[in-house]
């Protein structure tokens, strides 16, 4: 990202590089990525390394038609209304964390723990539930298993690059394929066993997958054709980038809340008392969870039908939490996205040729001293207070679930799961950054940690 910082300002927003044999441009002016977002039949996503497929393809891969197919049917799945179950799963995951952390404190009140693992696992945790449901302890299996495969990915994409090294039989590549071969196989067991359950009409649809099945089932009926659904091996895939967008997404997010709250006290402090107020000690709900006010200012949205906003969008009515809402601009899960130029068009003044490769780097521009001021490098949630629009001047300078057309599908969950762990933590304990704390972000499949996240700990 420095390379990115320091390129921009001695050529200005947008310019040009080269990535190996690949022409690319960086484009950091707000009106044209908003064009980019909007036109997404035009500015497609650049083909992902194959071994990246492995790990996760479904809906984020997918372009065009096909994409809008997969949206439709997988919509549903989140909806607000339908997601009103999945916080009686999350608060069971936070619940199980705040038992370990609770045990870490007994007996001195307090004690420095790396957060990170424990977030990890919180994550990982929720999604295997809402995900699978009464499936839950097979899910936790398959969900273990694709964290196995990422390192195995992540080892392998980070290695020297040698072509046609992936159709080798090396020792990692045929642990990579097992691992495939057997997630893929665990799926398909619980989806057979979840379509028998829906033919004898004793179908549970309370969680992703069953209300997956149910909008894909309900597509095939309306049009007469399986061509209008999904086939299973296209519902595994879906189900194995379940794991990798909500674990990775919510984790990191929730990483850096802490990590922002335990260095700013008193804005720790503000978002303890407001969780009081709402709750006391008792179990977080959706209806105060959604109606927190320096946790949120103001609820989220009811459902992703129109999937042409953000859900950060004044306009929209989604003004999601200010203090969420800093540690997004600041810590975006995501540092960058791209898009390819699929035909030879114009954007903006630019005219670009195919195959020219478009850099959106969200993490510079949620940085930018002209769009956000000299204390941008501030946290400062206020700045949110009267919602993105006006935070941003009106400009498309905060994305950090993507955009438009094909902006996020799982924001809610992840927004709704972040908000019911931060508020449980704050009901229990306390917590600031020790001197062993060393702030080093680095980007793997998101934006994590390099070296964990000490904090000291101390039960209230």
């Known amino acids: 990202m420095f390379f990115i910082w320091a390129t921009a300002k001695c050529k200005g927003k947008n310019y040009f590089t080269w990535r190996g044999p690949k022409p690319e441009i960086f484009i950091s ?43 439709k049917i997988i919509n549903p799945a989140f909806h607000m209304d339908k997601l009103k179950h999945v916080v009686a799963a999350f608060y069971m995951s936070c619940s199980e964390m705040m038992s370990k952390w609770g045990n870490m404190v007994h007996i001195e009140g307090s004690c420095e723990l790396d957060v990170w693992p424990y977030l990890q696992d919180l994550t990982s945790d929720a999604i295997s539930r809402i995900a699978f449901g009464s499936s839950f302890e097979e899910g936790r299996i398959i969900f273990e298993l694709q964290k196995q495969q990422a390192v195995l ?108 709250l335990g260095r700013h006290l008193s804005w720790q402090a503000r978002a303890r008392e407001e969780v009081f107020r709402a709750f006391g000690n008792d179990k977080p709900d959706l209806d105060g969870l959604n109606h927190l006010k320096v946790v949120s200012s103001d609820e989220l949205s009811s459902n992703l039908t129109n999937c042409h906003f953000n859900i950060c969008s004044d306009q929209s009515s989604k003004k999601v939490t200010m203090n969420l809402n800093e540690v997004l601009r600041l810590y975006p899960p995501v540092p960058s996205l791209a898009r390819t130029v699929h035909q030879e068009t114009k954007l903006g003044d630019l005219s670009l040729p195919a195959g020219v490769q478009l850099l959106l780097p969200i993490l510079q521009l949620h940085h930018d001293r002209e769009i956000w001021g000299d204390d941008v490098e501030e946290f400062k949630p206020e700045r949110f207070s009267e919602g993105v629009s006006k935070a941003s001047n009106g400009k498309l300078s905060f994305f950090p679930f993507s955009w438009g057309p094909r902006i996020c599908i799982g924001q809610n969950v992840a927004m709704l799961e972040a908000k019911m762990a931060l508020a449980m933590i704050l009901q229990r304990f306390s917590f600031e950054l020790p001197t062993s704390y060393a702030h080093a972000p680095h980007t793997a499949l998101t934006l994590q940690p390099q070296h964990g996240a000490h904090i000291f700990l101390r039960k209230l």
Request: proline share 3%.
């Open 29 to 71: 002016n707000p009106e044209l990525i908003k064009e980019i977002f909007s036109k997404n039949y035009d500015f497609l996503k650049p083909t992902s390394n194959p071994l990246l497929k492995i790990l996760a393809a479904g809906l984020v891969v997918y372009e065009r038609d096909k994409w809008a197919k997969h949206r």
């Open 153 to 260: 990915i992540m080892q392998a994409v980070r290695s020297i690059y040698i072509p046609g090294l992936r159709f080798l039989p090396t020792k990692r590549m045929r642990r990579m394929k097992e691992v495939d071969k057997e997630v893929k196989a665990s799926i398909r067991a619980i989806i057979d066993k979840r379509e028998k359950a829906m033919e004898a009409g004793k179908a549970n649809n309370d969680d992703l997958l069953g209300i997956l099945l149910e909008s894909n089932f309900k597509n095939i009926q309306q049009h007469g054709n399986t061509d209008f659904g999904l086939s299973t091996e296209e519902i595994v895939e879906e189900c194995k980038l379940f794991y990798f967008a909500g674990q990775e997404s919510t984790s990191s997010l929730l990483l850096w809340m802490i990590v922002l």
